[in-house]
């Protein structure tokens, strides 16, 4: 019981580094955005500002909140069927932003006649979010509508939970060679921009890393 306990005080304490993370990252991608690119807006003539809508909306709308749904089913004090409910509504949320998110990057391209798909970000990235919508329709099916047996639920739930973290660290994969192709793109070595691109995307990383561990140990409360 005492090992219970714990666990169970140090995901708590994990997930508010998890948030501490998330938010600064947050903050910083749009003092980026905002500061030296211009500004966000998907029906602006300017491409660079519908390009800007692709990184916020891919972390601060899609990964940040895929973290929250992960951190609430675990370690949130609840009802069980309130976790699953909240688990999948976040989830389903983040999944709506990054569609958004996607279409902006498809639509800056098309602007300025560049290639799709044609890097590891996007390789990445792309594939990370499709097996993330599959294992979202498959939790739906599985554990909420129509909701399968108990014996096939029981030996899904640790697959589901390791599909779930593999993709978690996918994504934050994804966020780091987008922005290391960004910075590189845009020539910024030895600028103070690049410098704040580096900061927030260590600040993804150790979100990734704290979401991780606080749902790891929150496993064994």
């Not at 948030?19 to 300017?46: C, K, P, Q, T």
């Not at 389903?92 to 498809?106: D, H, Q």
């Amino acid at each position: 019981m005492d090992g219970v306990v714990v666990y169970r005080r140090s995901a708590s304490r994990l997930t508010i580094g998890a948030h501490f993370f998330g938010v600064l990252a947050i903050v910083l991608m749009l003092i980026w955005l905002l500061h030296y690119r211009g500004g966000i807006e998907y029906d602006s003539n300017n491409p660079a500002r519908v390009f800007n809508v692709h990184p916020f909306l891919m972390f601060c709308g899609f990964i940040f909140l895929v973290g929250q749904a992960m951190m609430a089913y675990k370690t949130v004090p609840a009802a069980k069927q309130a976790q699953k409910v909240v688990h999948m509504m976040l989830h389903l949320v983040g999944i709506a932003l990054g569609i958004v998110g996607i279409a902006a990057v498809f639509r800056f391209h098309d602007m300025i006649g560049a290639e799709d798909m044609f890097s590891l970000h996007s390789w990445i990235g792309l594939t990370t979010f499709i097996m993330l919508g599959l294992q979202w329709l498959l939790g739906l099916f599985t554990y909420m509508f129509p909701k399968a047996s108990l014996e096939t639920r029981s030996r899904m739930m640790p697959w589901h939970i390791s599909f779930g973290r593999a993709l978690l660290y996918m994504a934050v994969a994804a966020a780091l060679t987008g922005l290391m192709q960004r910075e590189t793109l845009l020539n910024l070595r030895g600028h103070a921009e690049a410098r704040l691109i580096n900061f927030t995307g260590l600040c993804i990383l150790l979100f990734g890393i704290f979401v991780d561990l606080s749902v790891a140990l929150a496993h064994h409360a």
